[in-house]
């Protein structure tokens, strides 16, 4: 957040069932949150956005993109979940504190990052879940054309990363951050930082698999 208010009006959303939202289950359908980012734009009189989402977030994106996809500039999907088969089993049943002490490096960093994890309501997880494994999510968004950024982290023991080719093509690229697990922005955050600000800065509509100048230091594309 305070790297991209420098140059960008940045916003932190907590969507239904997380953070200090509602505990409410009926809200906790993709559809419901897409329905509460839009809600909120509205709002704000916003016109046009860049999502950064993780995890469920990110799918929570995609689903906005391909309902508003006139809404939507650039997408930054953060060790996204393509498939249900790339979730580990453990994501879909454990509490979510326990998720986060099994996922997180247990630094200070991480623990003050994820101070809120607590506050999460596993149904809305599952909700999260369940809308992934109902519809052919990814083969959708594939084809709105819109410049994504899939980044994963290498060592991430929830979310299975899809092989490069599954996802390649000329508005999508794919990034994975050798020292990081689940949480790239906490393990790795000057590296991701300066990921998501090059991106970022990109031109609205350009392909990021060919304009996206990658430093070798972080640069690395699944085999």
Same mark, same amino acid.
């Given at each position: 957040?305070?790297?991209?208010?420098?140059? &960008?009006?940045? &916003?932190?959303?907590?969507?239904?069932?997380?953070?200090?939202?509602?505990?409410?289950?009926?809200? &906790?359908?993709?559809?419901?949150?897409?329905?509460?980012?839009?809600?909120?734009?509205?709002?704000?009189?916003?016109? %046009?956005?860049?999502?950064?989402?993780?995890?469920?977030? $990110?799918?929570?994106?995609? !689903?906005?993109?391909?309902?508003? @996809?006139?809404?939507?500039?650039?997408?930054? +999907?953060?060790?996204?979940?393509?498939?249900?088969?790339?979730?580990?089993?453990?994501?879909?049943? +454990? *509490?979510?504190?326990?998720?986060?002490?099994?996922?997180? !490096?247990? /630094?200070?960093?991480?623990?003050?990052?994820?101070?809120?994890?607590?506050?999460?309501?596993?149904?809305?997880? $599952?909700? =999260?879940?369940?809308?992934?494994? =109902?519809?052919?999510?990814?083969?959708?968004?594939?084809?709105?054309?819109? *410049? /994504?950024?899939?980044?994963?982290?290498? @060592?991430?023991?929830?979310?299975?990363? *899809?092989?490069?080719?599954? /996802?390649?093509?000329?508005?999508?690229?794919?990034?994975?951050?050798?020292?990081?697990?689940?949480? *790239?922005?906490?393990?790795?955050?000057? %590296?991701?930082?300066?990921?998501?600000?090059?991106?970022? $800065?990109?031109? =609205?509509?350009? =392909?990021?698999?060919?304009?996206?100048?990658?430093?070798?230091?972080?640069?690395?594309?699944?085999?």
């Amino acid at each position: 957040m305070q790297v991209t208010s420098t140059s &960008y009006r940045a &916003y932190a959303l907590d969507l239904w069932g997380f953070g200090d939202t509602a505990h409410s289950e009926v809200k &906790y359908s993709l559809d419901e949150q897409v329905k509460l980012i839009d809600d909120f734009m509205n709002e704000m009189g916003i016109g %046009k956005i860049a999502i950064v989402g993780h995890g469920l977030g $990110a799918l929570v994106g995609m !689903n906005f993109a391909l309902r508003y @996809k006139n809404s939507v500039d650039r997408v930054m +999907a953060i060790n996204c979940p393509l498939s249900i088969d790339a979730v580990n089993s453990r994501l879909r049943t +454990a *509490p979510p504190q326990d998720l986060s002490d099994w996922l997180s !490096n247990r /630094t200070p960093e991480a623990a003050t990052a994820l101070s809120d994890a607590s506050k999460a309501d596993i149904k809305a997880i $599952a909700a =999260s879940m369940a809308g992934l494994q =109902s519809n052919n999510l990814f083969s959708q968004f594939k084809g709105l054309n819109i *410049p /994504t950024l899939l980044v994963y982290g290498e @060592k991430d023991l929830a979310i299975t990363r *899809p092989k490069y080719e599954d /996802t390649a093509s000329t508005f999508i690229h794919q990034v994975v951050l050798d020292g990081s697990g689940h949480f *790239p922005m906490v393990e790795e955050a000057a %590296k991701f930082n300066r990921l998501l600000t090059d991106f970022l $800065a990109l031109d =609205s509509g350009a =392909s990021p698999s060919e304009e996206l100048q990658m430093k070798e230091e972080w640069k690395r594309r699944v085999r």
